[in-house]
């Protein structure tokens, strides 16, 4: 049974910076697209990055562009997501989602199959 773990969910202040990680077990992500999403409170689930299964196409959220960077360590098996400058509209709990499948939407949440539980970033301003 695959399961997606995220961590490094945080209390930071803004402009501080969080690097947050998603694991699988069960499976491995190698050959896996994977996206970070985020839901803030009374909000809908909102596309934060994707990465896709050969790391040649690497999409961002409006709201992520030129702060945030997924990468992927084949070796550790998991799919990061550093965060910078980030704001107190940053406050949210962060999603990891995976597909083995075809994906032509990455940022949709439609096309992901697995989920983490998510880990909570709070910004303080």
């Known amino acids: 049974q695959v399961q997606l773990i995220e961590s490094g969910g945080d209390l930071v202040q803004a402009g501080g910076s969080l690097s947050l990680s998603c694991a699988a077990s069960?499976?491995?992500?190698?050959?896996?697209?994977v996206a970070w999403f985020r839901e803030a409170p009374e909000k809908e689930r909102e596309f934060v990055a994707a990465?896709?299964?050969?790391?040649?196409?690497?999409t961002y959220g409006d709201s992520a562009q030129g702060r945030f960077t997924i990468s992927r360590d084949n070796a550790k098996n998991t799919v990061s997501l550093q965060m910078h400058g980030l704001k107190p509209q940053d406050t949210a709990v962060y999603f990891c989602?995976?597909?083995?499948?075809?994906?032509?939407?990455?940022?949709?949440?439609?096309?992901?199959?697995?989920w983490g539980q998510g880990t909570q970033v709070t910004v303080s301003s």
């Open positions: 989602a995976a597909s083995w499948g075809e994906v032509t939407k990455f940022y949709s949440t439609d096309h992901y199959n697995f």
């Open positions: 069960g499976a491995s992500l190698n050959s896996a697209h």
């Open positions: 990465i896709n299964w050969s790391d040649t196409e690497i």
